[in-house]
């Protein structure tokens, strides 16, 4: 059954399968009277037809009328259906999406995206934060924050790391700092510099400026390696050229840069900032985020992969994970169940409850009670369970079933948590029965 990752960020919502990166499509929607373009198609007609083009869409899902409907397309949330059966059709008509969503998603978006997706001919299999993903192979001690640009906003997460897992602390949303107030103020420069060095002026027509949006990324990605670039544009047949420098575009940005530097820094109390790709892309950001960790593109798609059977969900319902295990370069000397490192101690081998040895004999395992043989462990996944156990850079996990918790060593934690040999745990508060993780082990030791 093919699956693929759907990263939810309105400037390029991408699907990838992990082999391949299938699909690029932002986040625009053109409203005609009998029709609807979406995606790249609708973004580059954007200046074209300014009134019919709505691109907030994913930014306010939900029920609210649109501005201008059209059609079938009356609230923000018909949109987003067109756009994920788009998103869904080009990409060959993947039979399963797992969702990576940003933090500024609040839960009735959460639970309206997954209305849409019910609706729409594939299945919903996960839900998880996308920084979280983002995160769970970088290195950072305690706390981090993760910084992403969308559309019409800026997007701060802060992370912690703790006992092996990456978790979402709370998350800051920073209106009007996005892609198109970028954009916005590069065209003005880049405006200025036509203006003055060929006397054309780009915003005069819809048609050069339009072109002027669609050239616009590729001279920002031709300045990632050097310091000027030679712009073309072409009016009526005639070619119009400016010299645009990397300073210039920082420059102009540098107010919206400032505003995100400093709330993020406010944010993270000095911890590290993870740039996502589109960040650490644009122009000299690196000069102005000291201390920064750039992620590389594909980060959140690899980070869900490596996670899928812990983001997928048995259940019918999904559930939003927002804690990850960290990666294994990263986990070294962190004894599971939080305590002080233990490098000696063998892997457990067995759960032992009510006088019983449950066997760990599979990679990822389900607990779960029967009326007749008492507590068991399977590996099968259809049946209703309590909790699963398995196997993951080199830890044992615990993960709590739908909306239970796990009582580990006294204490209720969020799961997955990490377990090693010695820890106990009971399933809910107060759970009847108590789990212990043991070792079995030969006359002369582990």
């Given amino acids: ?36 373009e979406i995606g790249e198609a609708a973004r580059a007609k954007a200046r074209l037809n300014p009134r ?28 987003a259906f067109a756009h994920l059966n788009h998103l869904h059709e080009s990409a060959n008509r993947p039979e399963e999406i797992l969702f990576a969503v940003p933090g500024s998603f ?16 594939f299945r919903a299999v996960g839900l998880v934060d996308s920084a979280v993903a983002a995160a769970t192979d970088v290195a950072f001690s305690a706390r981090a924050i993760h910084v992403d640009l969308q559309l019409h906003q800026s997007v701060l997460t802060r992370l912690s790391r703790d006992a092996g897992t990456v978790a979402r602390e709370a998350v800051e949303v920073l209106p009007g700092t996005g892609w198109v107030q970028l ?15 060929s006397r054309f002026d780009p915003l005069h027509t819809a048609q050069s400026e339009q072109q002027l949006y669609d050239r616009m990324p590729g001279w920002l990605l ?68 000291t201390g920064c960790i750039p992620l590389r593109e594909g980060a959140v798609v690899s980070g869900c992969l ?12 999904l559930r939003f994970v927002t804690r990850l295990p960290a990666g294994a370069s990263i986990t070294q000397g962190v004894e ?36 007749h043989d008492g507590w068991r462990l399977s590996t ?7 909790c699963s156990i398995f196997r993951e850079g080199g830890n044992w996990w615990l993960l709590a079933a739908s909306d239970a918790r796990i009582e580990l060593n006294g204490k209720d934690v969020e799961t997955p948590a990490p377990v090693g040999t010695g820890d106990r745990f009971r399933i809910g508060k107060g759970g009847d029965a108590e789990f212990h993780l043991i070792a079995e082990v030969d006359d002369d030791g582990p």
């Fill in 1 to 36: 059954m093919s699956l693929c990752v759907v990263e939810l960020n309105d400037i390029d919502v991408c699907v990838s399968d992990g082999v391949a990166l299938r699909l690029h499509s932002p986040g625009y929607a053109l409203l005609g009277s009998d029709s609807l």
């Fill in 52 to 79: 019919q083009t709505n691109s907030h869409f994913w930014t306010r899902l939900g029920t609210d009328p649109l501005p201008n409907p059209a059609g079938h397309a009356r609230h923000y949330a018909d949109l």
């Fill in 106 to 121: 609040s839960r009735e978006q959460l639970s309206i995206l997954l209305g849409v997706a019910q609706r729409c001919p």
């Fill in 183 to 197: 954009l916005e103020r590069w065209a003005r420069m880049l405006t200025e510099g036509f203006i003055r060095q």
């Fill in 222 to 289: 031709a300045l990632q390696q050097q310091s000027d670039v030679q712009a073309e544009l072409v009016n009526a047949g005639v070619s119009h050229h400016a010299k645009l420098r990397a300073n210039d575009f920082v420059r102009a940005a540098q107010p919206l840069y400032t505003q995100i530097v400093d709330a993020a820094h406010r944010f993270g109390e000095g911890a590290p900032l993870l740039l996502s790709h589109r960040l650490a892309a644009l122009p000299r950001t690196g000069d102005l985020l």
């Fill in 306 to 317: 490596q996670h899928i059977d812990l983001i997928r969900s048995d259940e019918g319902a």
């Fill in 336 to 371: 599971p169940g939080g305590g002080e490192a233990a490098p000696a101690a063998p892997d457990p081998t067995h759960v032992l409850t009510a006088a019983r040895a449950l066997r760990l004999r599979a990679p990822r395992l389900y607990l779960r009670r029967s009326d």
């Fill in 380 to 386: 099968d996944s259809t049946a209703p369970y309590s």
